[in-house]
């Protein structure tokens, strides 16, 4: 059995700062990458950010220069540090895990972007 422990969402304006994070534990072996995804209401899921175990790191276009994606490999840890956050990044945010076999999905936590 997997679990995920995800902190660090909330209500936030304009401009503010948030910093995700996320940790598995338990039966999971492997793990390659890890990120984060989100999905806002009536759309579907999108990426956020991802990053390898080698530190590669892929971002969706509308958060380059504003998110930074990072981890820590030995505490099988992701990391997600949201700045200039804007209306539109209003979802749930999923932490997701991957191993040579099979994704993992967190429990997602809300990040509410408002004034």
């Known amino acids: 059995q997997v679990q995920f422990v995800e902190s660090g969402g909330g209500l936030v304006q304009p401009g503010g700062s948030l910093r995700l994070s996320c940790t598995a534990s338990?039966?999971?072996?492997?793990?390659?990458?890890m990120g984060w995804y989100r999905q806002a209401p009536g759309k579907q899921r999108e990426l956020v950010a991802t990053?390898?175990?080698?530190?590669?790191?892929n971002y969706h276009d509308s958060v380059k220069g504003r998110f930074t994606v990072s981890r820590d490999n030995a505490k099988n840890t992701v990391y997600l540090q949201m700045n200039g956050l804007k209306p539109e990044d209003t979802a749930v945010y999923y932490c997701?895990?991957?191993?040579?076999?099979?994704?993992?999905w967190g429990q997602g936590t809300q990040v509410t972007v408002s004034s």
């Open positions: 338990g039966s999971i072996f492997g793990i390659y990458s």
């Open positions: 990053i390898t175990t080698g530190g590669n790191t």
């Open positions: 997701r895990a991957q191993t040579t076999v099979r994704v993992y």
